[in-house]
């Protein structure tokens, strides 16, 4: 059983990340803390409490973060639409959040359970980063960190990754992440996650079931497929925060990995988290800043993953 505590930005793929894990019999949702990204933060609270109660799940949402540590606010409204949840005209929430604040609740529960949770962040880290700050151990506490962000390793010459937005929208505080005790960092980063892709019989599949994830998931993605239309002519999209979910509760979805120091790298216009090595193992022409190891994947079965995933939804 993994007892699992969620750091998010209440986007769409985070939605469908949480309709997995609830449908899962060996996983308990502890707690959610949201923050900036996808959409605001507040809206990223409200969006949680939309999924847990279509599903009918009692679980706390503390309000996090709502700017990143240093640089200005930026949201992903473009692909996760105003509201975060596709604009699909979802009724409100009747549940509130805590009261807490989300780096408030990470450091409690690791106090009050350590070595005994498992932390999924697939949002901007700014909320881990605000906990490390005021407890520099908080992650050391808890058995497992899994993160949905970076870029892997450096690829051959000529190969492009997607945007690595988590890591982008809060650069600082990935960095405290990177460098900050813990037990084990899990790094899922684009590399791995822009190929697990939901195809269209995974869409049909979901259109075609009346429970209640599969009705949530199919209102919901309509806006998402639709910004992923522009880059492979499909209405098909990457399903990145799910893969990472899967990772944390069956580390045999990741069928490759590495493990390294992972440094926060900005050309001056985007930031990365790249694990500080070459794919091809030739020299690293850029200093390499100590850090503990992070554990990278490096390749992952998405096909068994989106079977799996459209298996418990409907």
């Given at each position: 059983m993994r007892r699992v505590v969620l750091d998010m930005d209440v986007g769409i793929d985070d939605a469908i990340a949480i309709l997995y894990l609830a449908a899962r019999d060996d996983v308990e949702l502890v707690a959610l803390g949201a923050v900036h990204g996808n959409c605001t933060a507040p809206d990223a609270a409200r969006n949680a409490l939309t999924v847990f109660e279509a599903i009918g799940?009692?679980?706390?949402?503390?309000?996090?973060?709502?700017?990143?540590l240093e640089r200005e606010l930026e949201v992903a409204s473009f692909v996760h639409g105003a509201d975060g949840l596709g604009e699909a005209g979802l009724p409100a929430p009747s549940g509130s959040v805590t009261g807490e604040h989300a780096a408030d609740q990470l450091i409690r529960l690791s106090h009050e359970h350590p070595g005994e949770l498992d932390l999924l962040a697939v949002g901007p880290l700014t909320n881990l980063g605000v906990a490390l700050q005021r407890d520099p151990d908080v992650l050391a506490r808890y058995r497992s960190v899994v993160i949905m962000g970076g870029s892997g390793a450096y690829p051959p010459a000529g190969t492009l990754r997607e945007v690595d937005a988590n890591i982008d929208h809060d650069a600082a505080a990935a960095a405290l992440v990177f460098a900050a005790p813990r037990r084990e960092l899990v790094m899922v980063g684009v590399n791995v996650t822009t190929?697990?892709?939901?195809?269209?019989?995974?869409?049909?599949?979901?259109?075609?079931?009346?429970?209640?994830?599969?009705?949530?998931?199919?209102?919901i993605l309509p806006f998402y497929l639709g910004f992923y239309k522009h880059k492979w002519g499909r209405l098909i999209c990457s399903m990145h925060d799910p893969l990472a979910a899967g990772i944390l509760v069956d580390p045999t979805y990741a069928t490759a990995w590495r493990e390294g120091p992972v440094n926060v790298?900005?050309?001056?216009?985007?930031?990365?988290?790249?694990?500080?090595?070459?794919?091809?193992?030739?020299?690293?022409?850029?200093?390499?800043?100590?850090?503990?190891?992070?554990?990278?994947?490096?390749?992952?079965?998405?096909?068994?993953?989106?079977?799996?995933?459209v298996r418990l939804l409907v």
């Open positions: 799940l009692d679980v706390p949402v503390a309000l996090g973060a709502t700017d990143p190929p697990a892709i939901l195809d269209e019989d995974a869409i049909a599949a979901l259109a075609a079931s009346d429970t209640p994830a599969a009705r949530l998931a199919t209102a790298i900005s050309d001056g216009y985007l930031a990365r988290a790249w694990l500080m090595e070459r794919e091809d193992g030739g020299p690293l022409g850029l200093p390499v800043t100590p850090a503990p190891p992070t554990r990278v994947v490096d390749a992952a079965d998405s096909q068994r993953f989106q079977e799996e995933l």
